[in-house]
T-cell receptor, first 116, second 109 residues
Framework: GAVVSQHPSWVICKSGTSVKIECRSL??????MFWYRQFPKQSLMLMAT?????????EQGVEKDKFLINHASLTLSTLTVTSAHPEDSSFYIC????????????FGPGTRLTVT | DAKTTQPPSMDCAEGRAANLPCNHS???????VYWYRQIHSQGPQYIIH???NNETNEMASLIITEDRKSSTLILPHATLRDTAVYYC??????????FGKGTRLSVIA
């Protein structure tokens, strides 16, 4: 149980275009989802927290108008990288949580974005 | 900022126990100790978590010192597939996980 999927697993796009990444919780309902970014040889960096039906909370330094997050249902959150540039090339990972006394975050397999 | 300190890398012989240490001297009373691992180019995988008591599951054991200022993750019989970066994270369980640099474990045949 507690499986999280991401689509696509990798994508190459041209500079200036937008890319949408989907994150789905397959066998549970996730009221909260998280988006992380990971550059080569670095650790995961939290970008934003997404709650179903409300606006996402972005970490300091993350542009909300560039990284659009939508959490329209309890099983789906999307991250859209708008007007992508080569410096946005990274590994984007989502996670979803099961709330409880001490919840665990379950991570998706990640999406590798390359902007040319 | 991560509230944990881990060695940057460790080696372990295949079939032997891998003991990964973690210092979290500023841990609060309501914070759990979580362990995740990340195999190259994959999303992090949950391993185990605990509050005060030692914990064991099918993947690993977690030993937490009595003062809770440090812990050790034990993989009892390491295999080549256990080669990964292991992250120790302290978290109250209701906030996003913050990842430090972790320990890169290399299991050697």
């Amino acid at each position: 149980g507690a499986v999280v999927s991401q689509h696509p697993s990798w994508v190459i796009c041209k500079s200036g275009t937008s890319v949408k990444i989907e994150c789905r919780s397959l066998d549970f309902q996730a009221t909260t989802m998280f988006w992380y970014r990971q550059f080569p040889k670095q650790s995961l960096m939290l970008m934003a927290t997404s709650n179903e039906g409300s606006k996402a909370t972005y970490e300091q330094g993350v542009e909300k108008d560039k990284f659009l997050i939508n959490h329209a249902s309890l099983t789906l959150s999307t991250l859209t990288v708008t007007s992508a540039h080569p410096e946005d090339s990274s590994f984007y990972i989502c996670s979803a949580s099961l709330q409880g006394a001490s919840y665990e975050q379950y991570f998706g397999p990640g999406t590798r974005l390359t902007v040319t | 900022d991560a509230k944990t300190t881990q060695p940057p890398s460790m080696d372990c012989a295949e079939g032997r126990a891998a003991n990964l240490p973690c210092n979290h001297s500023t841990i609060s009373g309501n914070e759990y100790v979580y362990w995740y691992r990340q195999i190259h180019s994959q999303g992090p995988q949950y391993i185990i978590h605990g509050l005060k008591n030692n914990e064991t599951n099918e993947m690993a054991s977690l030993i937490i010192t009595e003062d809770r200022k440090s812990s050790t993750l034990i993989l009892p019989h390491a295999t080549l597939r256990d080669t990964a970066v292991y992250y120790c994270i302290v978290n109250p369980g209701n906030t996003p996980l913050v990842f430090g640099k972790g320990t890169r474990l290399s299991v050697i045949a």
